[in-house]
T-cell receptor
Framework: GAGVSQSPSNKVTEKGKDVELRCDPI?????LYWYRQSLGQGLEFLIY????????KSGLPSDRFSAERTGGSVSTLTIQRTQQEDSAVYLC?????????????FGDGTRLSIL | RKEVEQDPGPFNVPEGATVAFNCTYS??????FFWYRQDCRKEPKLLMS?????NEDGRFTAQLNRASQYISLLIRDSKLSDSATYLC?????WGAGSYQLTFGKGTKLSVIP
């Protein structure tokens, strides 16, 4: 597709379950980012990938969070043993390269609700 | 001091008004800047990049003041469709070959008929 695609668009799960969120970046974009946005709050950086290089995981809030990017394209963000505070919208963005002047293009997000 | 600070608003302005938002950033190593807009329950979308010389896109004008470390966005002749949250975004070099994008929490604008 033309834009960043995320799935699922909504996810409701019970506390303690694992969830997997998917992001398909814009074709040709080598940089991929994950953010989290809680209700009424700003964007919280989680992780980024540049091509096949090792990711910058500095924003991941705990070791329950992990992400991978296979083949330099699709990425999955996994949250293990979910907690209620994990409820948020998880946004994925991509850019042509991880350059200073490159804007990021966002997907519609996955709205995650932990019961 | 937060890395990127914005007045959360809300700014309630009548249609046709001119409104300006400021954003300050703390890291003098910051090298590129953007304004994004985010509609309620939607993803952020790039509004415009901010260049050192200032730039204009229709009714929108962005300015950068490196000495004072602030960025501004001016909206002229406000439309109802301008109602949104405006996010200030700062991109800086972080480590060798790495960059980090920091988003402000946004300024909410409501344009009133």
């Amino acid at each position: 597709g033309a834009g960043v695609s995320q799935s699922p668009s909504n996810k409701v799960t019970e506390k303690g379950k694992d969830v997997e969120l998917r992001c398909d970046p814009i074709s040709g974009h080598t940089a991929l980012y994950w953010y989290r946005q809680s209700l009424g709050q700003g964007l919280e950086f989680l992780i980024y990938f540049q091509g096949n290089s090792a990711p910058d995981k500095s924003g991941l809030p705990s070791d329950r969070f992990s992400a991978e990017r296979t083949g330099g394209s699709v990425s999955t963000l996994t949250i293990q043993r979910t907690q209620q505070e994990d409820s948020a919208v998880y946004l994925c963005a991509s850019s042509r390269e991880q350059g200073l002047g490159q804007p990021q293009h966002f997907g519609d997000g996955t709205r995650l609700s932990i019961l | 001091r937060k890395e990127v600070e914005q007045d959360p608003g809300p700014f309630n302005v009548p249609e046709g008004a001119t409104v300006a938002f400021n954003c300050t950033y703390s890291n003098s190593a910051s090298q590129s800047f953007f304004w994004y807009r985010q509609d309620c329950r939607k993803e952020p979308k790039l509004l415009m990049s901010v260049y050192s010389s200032g730039n204009e896109d229709g009714r929108f004008t962005a300015q950068l003041n490196r000495a004072s470390q602030y960025i501004s966005l001016l909206i002229r002749d406000s439309k109802l469709s301008d109602s949104a949250t405006y996010l200030c975004v700062v991109n800086k070099r972080w480590g060798a070959g790495s960059y980090q994008l920091t988003f402000g929490k946004g300024t909410k604008l409501s344009v009133i008929p």
